[in-house]
């Protein structure tokens, strides 16, 4: 329904813009614009109340939400006192943390220089932490501790047990103490 709804409203602009200038008609293009936007605006509203309903429901997430949570995941600059972050591709040390299922996620791209790799396995070698070794997931599914998406590799944080600890524009990561659950994070007003 919302992709129908969407080739429509596309539909509705194009072919109305058209001939609104064929006929020189103001009418005709203020109408196929107000139409055609009103149509690709229903057709977004269906995308997001079908994802606001899959997560009421519990349904796992699908490869276009997955997307669009992580395109939308907020970036951090990543520090830590303990460990040194591995700059992303522009040389900075900037990276979105991902929340799914209300679990945190890193590409494990930030923890490079205590990592290593054997196939699907994964073992993250943090200074004063004993070695974790991970199998790799082909998909993102709830509570998976390590998965592939698009050539990118996320981590959750507590499988190497780390939490975040979001100050402002920056993410501390910070060893989880026996007293801290699992997926607890701690936001500060310092900025």
Same mark, same amino acid.
């Given at each position: ?7 429509? $409203?596309?539909? @509705?602009?194009? !072919? ?5 200038? =064929? ?5 005709? !293009?203020? =109408?196929?614009?107000? $139409? $055609? ?14 994802? !606001? ?30 460990? /040194? !972050? ?11 943390? @991902?929340?799914?299922?209300? =679990? +945190? *996620? ?5 923890? *490079? =220089? *205590? ?24 998909? +993102? ?11 990118? @590799? ?30 607890? *994070?701690?936001?500060? /007003?310092?900025?």
């Amino acid at each position: 329904m919302q992709v129908a709804l969407f080739i429509v $409203g596309v539909l @509705v602009l194009i !072919i109305g813009i058209f001939f609104g200038f =064929a006929d020189e008609n103001l009418g005709v !293009i203020i =109408a196929s614009v107000v $139409g $055609g936007f009103i149509l690709l605006g229903i057709a977004r509203l269906i995308e997001l109340l079908e994802g !606001i309903s899959l997560h009421l429901l519990k349904v796992p997430v699908t490869f276009n939400q997955l997307r669009n949570i992580i395109m939308n995941s907020t970036t951090y600059r990543i520090e830590s006192a303990s460990f /040194d !972050i591995h700059p992303n591709a522009k040389g900075e040390p900037m990276y979105p943390l @991902v929340i799914l299922d209300n =679990a +945190y *996620y890193l590409r494990a791209r930030v923890f *490079y =220089a *205590y990592l290593s790799q054997s196939e699907d396995k994964y073992t993250f070698a943090l200074p004063e932490q004993d070695p974790v070794v991970i199998h790799t997931a082909d998909s +993102y599914y709830k509570g998976v501790s390590l998965f592939n998406y698009q050539d990118h @590799v996320y981590v959750k944080l507590n499988a190497i047990r780390l939490i975040p600890n979001i100050e402002g524009n920056k993410l501390v990561l910070e060893y989880l103490s026996g007293e801290q659950t699992d997926d607890h *994070y701690v936001e500060s /007003d310092q900025g």
